[in-house]
C-alpha cells in the first residue's frame, strides 16, 4: 500500500481544524467522503484513500467471508499496510496526528487501526461501525476520543455488533461518545451534525492545548470549561511567528502580538 495506494489530498486552511484520514466504505473511493469532510470540519486537512480489496468490483479496506463475518488475518494485514501508509505520509507531510472520519467498512477499518495501532489517530469518528475483531485487543488509549455514530433501525449492523464495539473501546480507556440516530445505515442529517459538532469541540481543545503549551501563557485559561467554544472560535484571527493563534487585544498581548 505504501507504493500504490490510490489516495487524495489536501492541505489544512483552518488553524486548528483537526486533520482527517478519510475511509470510505464499501463501492467508495478517495473522493467518497470529501464532500462531507468539508462539511463537518471546513478547513481541516484531508487525506482520503481507497481501499485496495475489490469485492464484485467494488472497493473495500479489507475481505470479508460473508455479511459481518470479517476475513480477520485480510483485515489485520490491511491495517498494518494502511498504517503504514499513514506513518510514511507523516514523515513526508509533517503535521499532527490525523482524526480518522470513516464509513462503514471504513469505520471498521479505522476501529481496527485504533486497536491494532495506538498512537497512530487521535481520535476516529466511526459511522455504521461495528466490532472488526472478534477478540480484540485492549491497549492503552486513554485520551483517545471517539464518536460512534449507530442508526437505530441499521439492517447490516445490529444492535449486539455495535454494542460489542463499544464495549472494546471502553475497555482501552477511550473518551466513548455514542450517538444513536433514528436511521438505518445510510447516513442522515443528524449524523452530519454531531460530527460536526464533535470535531469543532475537539478544534478548540487543540486551540487551547495550543496557547497551554507556552509558557508565558500557562495559567491563562485557568477553567477550560468556562470557555464558550464558538466564542473562541468567532475570535480567532491570525497567526503570529509563534504559530500561536492570536483573538482579542487583550489575548494578543498575552499571545505576544509584536513577536
Sequence with gaps: MTQTCIHYAEPGARPGAPPLLLLHGTGGDERDLVPLARRVSPGSEILSLRGQVLERGMPRFFRRLSEGVFDEADLMTR?????????????????????????????????????????????????????????????????TRVLMLSGAQDPIVPLAWRTALERSLRNTGAEIENRVHD???????????????????SSTARIISMAKRRADVVGIFPNDAAIAPPTILQLFSGKCCCDVILCTHDMAKVFGLAC
Excluded at 436511521?183 to 469541540?201: I, N
Design 79 to 143: 491495517a498494518d499496510d494502511l498504517a503504514a501508509f499513514v506513518t510514511e505520509w507523516r514523515r513526508t507531510h509533517p503535521g499532527e496526528r490525523f482524526t480518522a472520519l470513516g464509513y462503514s467498512n471504513g469505520a471498521n477499518i479505522a476501529a481496527a487501526l485504533l486497536l491494532l495501532h495506538p498512537g497512530l489517530l487521535s481520535g476516529a469518528v466511526l459511522m455504521r461501525a461495528m466490532a472488526p475483531l472478534a477478540t480484540p485487543p485492549a491497549p492503552d488509549l486513554a485520551g
Design 183 to 201: 436511521a438505518g445505515h445510510g447516513l442522515v442529517d443528524d449524523d452530519l451534525t454531531s460530527a460536526a459538532r464533535w470535531l469543532g469541540g
